[in-house]
Each structure stands twice: as C-alpha cells, then as structure tokens.
C-alpha cells in the first residue's frame, strides 16, 4: 500500500494479520516489463509526490491523466484506488461515493492486471497481490472478513510470484517485510493461522532486514518504505526513537502539507521528553497549517492543539495548558482524541483542586490506554501519576461498513 496512512490494528486478530498485508505500489509495462524496469516509474513520481503532500485533487487528475496514456496499465487505475482510500480516512464522516470509488478503481485494476500476466507476468502478479491486498485492509476495517481473508491469501500469493519473477526490485521487499514484521509480533497461537492463510512463517529479524532494503534501495516505494521503518523504530517494541526521527525530519521539509511526518516527530520527542522541542514541532499557532488540504486541517489543528496542552501538563506547566483545552472545547475533534482530551481536563481539576469533578471526569473514560491512564490518576493526583504520552493514531477516521 502506498500511502502514509497508518492506521492502527483492530482488536481483532484476523483484521491485525490482514493489516500486515499493506503492500509496495509500483508499476511496470504492459509488455514485457517488470516493477523495477518500468518505464511509467518516471510518470509516476508526480503522482506519488502529489499524494504524500496530500493534494488529493491533483493526485487524482494525475493519476486518471496515466490511465488515458496507459489504459492497458494498471497504475493509473491502482493510483486512483490509493487516493480514494486516503479520502476515506480523513473524511469524517465517509461519504459512501469515495468508497464505491475505490471498489470502482481496484476492479477495474485487477481487470487489467489479469491481462497483462501473459506478456509481463512480474507487472500482472505485483499489481495484483497490491490490490488484493489492498481490499483485503479494507474490507477488515469493515468487518467483512471472509472477503478479507480470501483477499488476503491471494495478495501473498501473487507478491511472492512477482518477487520470483524479477528479484531486483527492491520495492516489492516492503510488502514482505511488512507481512514478516508485523504478523511476528501476533500472539504465539496466531502464527500458525498466518502461516496457513500465506504460507509463509513469519520472521521478525527478517521483516527488518526486509523494510530496510525496501527503505534504501526502492524506488516508487521508497517513501513509504521511510515511512514504515520509521513507525516501526518509534513504537515500544523497537524504541529506535532517533533513528526514526532522522528518517522522518527530511519527509516533513519534503512534504509539507502532510502532518504525519510532524506529529509523529511530535511524539518521538514527547517519548524521549524532549518537551521544548515537541512543542516547537507541533507549533500550535504557527502559519503551516493554512496549506493544508480541507479534509485534514481540522483533524490536524486538534491534535497539535491536544499535542500542545499533553506537553505543557506533563512537563509542569498546566496554566500555559489552558488555552490549548479550552480550544478544543469547541473545536471539531476527531473521536479519537476525545477520551485523551478528557484525561488533561481531568488532570487540571485536580491542579485546581477540584478533586470531585476530576474524579467523575476520569471515571467517564472509557477508551483503553486513556481508561488506565485515568484509573492511575485516580490513585495518584496529578501533578504526580503517569506521564503517559497518548498513541499517535493518523488519519483519525475508519472505514465504515
């Protein structure tokens, strides 16, 4: 999967093996071609440029301009695919024209994709294996989970085809390091479903080794490979937190009106406790939101402004806090952040001395980590308890059923 949208696994097993399975964009021919000797790469680059600074619009015409070149390819109508789906994370709620778009799009790329596997086998299996596996984290996000897991199945099977085919491309490494990574890190019981469902044991050590070759040598697939690797140093079970920084400070200047590379940067220095320079990063009232896109200048003012009040509570200075909350009293806010946004409101009753109403506040949360973090406050009035950073979690929206 192409974009920098990194959603979080769902409860469900089923639905965090088949988010494993996002796979590499890439394109090749349709005569005789492979991924990484592709001549539509280069046409491509825009396309991939417009998308991960988030110009939906422009990515769209981009992408509808390849087909009318190329209409035997399957990028132009994969592409299209790509920024529907990102549409439907940030939208809010979804409008149901942009997923019937995406359905649109991703059959009439498998269409095509089938087509081509006699003259380009690698083009016919790479495009495949990315859009089953595409659909596949869809239809897990809705709950529709025997079309995932046939989706799912599928999408492997065609990636490790066009991997055989053409090893040199090195892009193709990120959907493998991606299923081996992230399905490793599943609970003991749940390998061997995985296996079954793929064939393939998954390997933590390898999946590394896999997303960083895609990270160094990709090509079309070369930022999204940074863009993983760098979620996967900065989580808790690799604590990488500087070198996912050093990946992420070039994406941020490069792709401006995309705010995940500045929230996540955000919140590798709240972990660290870099509490000077996550604020200087979130910069809550600077001008560099004005050129964001529409569908995601809310969901972003939100949380930066949330990122801003966290920081100041935890580093001691809760009255700087204040204005931070009391924006997003009556700020649209994605509803993600809302039970953490209770938890800093609840935290500068108890500051204020406001014990009761602290008390009935944290006792209203009910999301996971927001719960526990309310639960120790509880036991521990703030200033002391936890100093817990919330999750990052972007796009702050799901695809609905």
């Given at each position: 999967m192409l974009p920098v949208i990194l959603v979080p696994c769902r409860?469900?097993?089923l639905a965090c093996a088949l988010a494993a399975l996002r796979l590499p964009v890439c394109a090749a021919g349709p005569q005789g071609q492979t991924p990484s000797t592709d001549p539509v790469n280069n046409e491509l680059a825009q396309v991939i440029d417009l998308f991960y600074d988030i110009r939906p619009d422009a990515a769209l015409a981009a992408a509808k301009e390849i087909e009318g070149r190329h209409p035997g390819h399957p990028a132009g109508p994969f592409y299209q695919s790509v920024v529907h789906y990102a549409l439907s994370l940030f939208q809010d709620p979804v409008r149901p024209e942009t997923l019937k778009a995406f359905d649109s799009d991703i059959k009439r790329c498998l269409e095509v994709a089938e087509?081509?596997?006699?003259?380009s086998p690698a083009l016919g299996h790479y495009y495949?294996?990315?859009c089953?596996?595409?659909?596949?984290r869809v239809r897990a996000h809705q709950d529709r989970l025997r079309e995932a897991l046939a989706d799912g199945k599928k999408a492997m099977s065609h990636i490790n085809a066009a991997v055989e085919v053409d090893p040199d491309s090195h892009d193709a490494y990120l959907g493998l390091g991606m299923y081996n990574y992230f399905v490793a890190?599943?609970?003991?019981?749940?390998?061997?479903?995985?296996?079954?469902?793929?064939?393939?044991?998954?390997?933590?050590?390898r999946g590394l080794e896999q997303l960083q070759r895609a990270a160094e040598k990709g090509t079309i697939a070369l930022v999204e490979s940074r863009t993983v690797l760098a979620a996967v140093y900065s989580s808790e079970w690799e604590n990488r937190w500087e070198e996912a920084d050093a990946i992420l400070a070039p994406l941020m200047g490069r792709y401006p009106r995309n705010p995940y590379f500045r929230l996540r940067r955000v919140y590798i220095a709240e972990r660290l406790g870099r509490w000077e320079d996550a604020l200087r990063l979130a910069d809550p009232d600077g001008t560099w939101m004005k050129a964001l896109t529409p569908e995601v200048r809310a969901g972003t003012l939100a949380s930066v402004r949330y990122r801003a009040a966290e920081m100041l509570i935890l580093s001691g200075r809760p009255e700087e806090a204040r204005r931070h909350l009391d924006f997003l009293r009556d700020a649209p806010c994605p509803s993600r952040l809302k039970a953490w946004i209770a938890v800093r409101a609840a935290n500068l009753l108890q500051y204020d001395g406001r014990a009761k109403e602290a008390s009935e506040l944290y006792r209203s949360i009910k999301e996971g980590k927001a719960k526990k973090d309310a639960e120790k406050f509880l036991k521990e009035p703030y200033p002391k308890g936890p100093k817990t950073v919330a999750p990052l979690r972007w796009p702050l929206s799901e695809v609905p059923r």
């Open positions: 409860a469900s097993l087509a081509t596997l006699k003259a495949m294996g990315a089953h596996g595409f659909r596949a890190r599943l609970p003991a019981a749940a390998k061997p479903f995985a296996y079954m469902l793929t064939g393939m044991w998954p390997n933590r050590e």
